[in-house]
Every structure is written in structure tokens, then in C-alpha cells.
């Protein structure tokens, strides 16, 4: 079992409780875990050292909510809105027709496409959801191909109700026969609780199939306006209440006291001229807030985390440093894990070297790209 030392880190974001930042630092990677972390003055000896020359070395990116199982694009779409049209749910369905024709080698490949975007811009946990399918063979092989690519899969039957389906039928399919084929390749259950989509009576009953199906629930939430999608979240344990774009007081003080993460998707905002969510009221009631892309070619096409935690410090209001922290540790609440998203002694060695000295450079020159190395278990990815 060989160690390696990774020094010379003018900038360590460890996310320890004491010292979550440290400078002049380095840390030991053995048999794919951080095995020590300090001073780089303090290493131990070791087999192989790793020197980064004064970079910034980071927690790789949890990016807990993405689409990635789909085909075609919506660019036509976002011109539209561009020009003034709004951002309507109904749209998945275009997105929805171009998955359902498309190939399993098609989509596969487009998975890994878009995977690779992500690690190249240090994202080293991903979860991807179903939902571009809507029927049981195309739910059934969304996840199957998801979960080639990941552990985090998340089965998202309850997207929106196909064109010409009754909305009842349409639910009792997916708590049922489309349930039974996809729970054995997923680890959630997510509906999409908005007007045009599901509401609440539907959400809870998706939901709660999914859970006595063995898998662990996240809701999409009060995106498009105020709606039960929170209370529904935070009602039944979920994980996450993804978009949280509207919220009442009530729905703030729901999140503090349910422990539920809510996701926040700034991407979607950008791309759809709506209001961004407002970070700080949330972090400020003891909310915990995570950062993710929901890459997905209608309302959010980026793979990007340094944008959205750019995004996040210019438009939802965040430090910097609690831009990184949503975009690591922050994810990895949000997917219940915790052997991610920081670099404390123990976790899984996912890191990102940055090609300048501090982390604040990922808001501090949007647009640029700062990550030099993805490392995902010890193993730096292939550029």
C-alpha cells in the first residue's frame, strides 16, 4: 500500500471544524483516503510526495442534482425565453420525445460527455436522475444507465405527466409497474411538486411509494412559485427540497426544524431571468444550503460548478467561502454522505488542484478555468 504526500498547498480547504482552511499545508493519501492532513512542515515520511507549488487544493465538487440521461437540446427554447417567454414545465416534453427515440449507446455516451465537462471543472461526485422517459422501458433504462456512472441515481418518474396521459393513471403508474422496474437501480425517489407538474396530494403518494420501496426521497420545490412542494419535502423526511426559489417563513422555519437540505440551482435562474433564491435568509435560520448545477438541456444546460458558485456569490448572496462549502460539504448533505465533500482524515480522496492560490479565485474570475487536476480517489482523471 503506497502513500503519497500532496504538498506544497499554499491554500487547503479541509472543512475540519477547527481548521477548515489552513496555509502552507499538505496531506496523505493511502489506498484511495485522506490519511493525515496538517502543516506541510509536520508531513510524515512517505513513498511518493506530490508537490502542487503553491496551488490551492479544494474538496472535489457534489454536484447532488443533475439530468444527464437525455437527448437532443432546447436551445430554441432558451432563445425564446431570452426574448421574453417564460419558463414553463410543460417544456420537458420536447426533451422528453428526442430521449425516447434515442439509442442506449446514444444516451450512454452522452452521459459520459457531459461527466467529462464536470471533471474537468473538478465535480467528483455526481447524482443523475431519470425523468426524460416517462414510460416504464425508458424509465427503467435511464436508471440503468445512470447507474454505470454513479451510486447517486435517482428515479424521477413523477417529472411531468406525458401529453395525453389522465393524471391519476399516470400516478398510480408510477408508484406502481414503473416503481417495480426502476427501484433496483436507484437510491432516491424525486417528483417534481409545481403547478403544471404534480401537486401535493400526487407528490406525497410518489414519495411515499418510493420510500416503501426501499429508496430515499428529494422533491423538486417551489421553482416556479410559493407552492406545498417544501412542506411536502420537509413532511416526509426528504433529503433535499431542490430550487426553493419562493418560500414563505413558514416553508424557511419547515427546512431549519426538518433537518432537510434545500438545494439551490442558480443555474436555472440564470437561464430562465427568474428570481434567484435567497441564500442568505436561509443560512441565516440555520438552514443547510448546497449548490448544484441540475445540468439538464432545457432550463439549466451548464456542467459548471465554479459558475454556479460564482453565481451563488454574486446573485444568492453567499461568501465565497460559503459558495465552496455549499458546492462541497453542502453536497454531500444534500446525498446523505459523509466521505465526500471534505478533507478531513477518512474521506475519500476526491480533490481538485486549482491553478491559483486561493479558492476565492473561483468567484473572484468567473468564466475561467482554474481547475488544473481532478482527483477522484487517489487517481487524477485524464484531461
Known sequence: MTARLV?????????DAERPVLTDAAFVVEDGRVTWWGAAADAPAV?????VDGAAVIPGFVDSHTHLVFAGD????????????????????????????????DLDAGVRRHLAEMHRQGTTTAE???????TVRDEERALRIARRHTDETTYLGAHVVPSGTDAAAYVDLVTGPMLDACAPHAR?????????????DAARAVLRAGIAAGLAPRVHANQLGHGPGVQVACEVGAASADHCTYLTDADVDALASSGTVAGLLPGVEFSSRAPYPDARRLLDAGVTVALATDCNPGSSYTSSMPFCIALGVRELRLTPREALWSATAGGAASL???????????????????DAPS?????????????????VGGVPLPR
Open 7 to 15: 504538498t506544497g498547498i499554499g491554500e487547503l480547504t479541509t472543512w
Open 47 to 51: 513513498d511518493e510526495r506530490d508537490d
Open 74 to 105: 432546447r436551445a430554441a427554447e432558451f432563445e425564446a425565453r431570452m426574448a421574453g417567454e417564460p419558463y414553463r414545465a410543460g417544456g420537458i416534453r420536447t426533451t422528453v420525445a428526442a430521449t425516447r427515440a434515442a439509442s442506449d449507446d
Open 128 to 134: 443523475i436522475k431519470s425523468g426524460y422517459g416517462l
Open 188 to 200: 432516491w425517489v424525486d417528483v417534481f411538486c409545481e403547478e403544471g407538474a404534480f401537486d401535493a
Open 336 to 354: 446523505r454522505r459523509d466521505d465526500v465533500g471534505h478533507l478531513r482524515v477518512g474521506a475519500r480522496a476526491d480533490y481538485a488542484v486549482l
Open 359 to 375: 479558492a476565492a479565485h473561483l468567484a473572484y474570475r468567473p468564466g475561467v478555468p482554474l481547475v488544473r487536476q481532478t482527483v
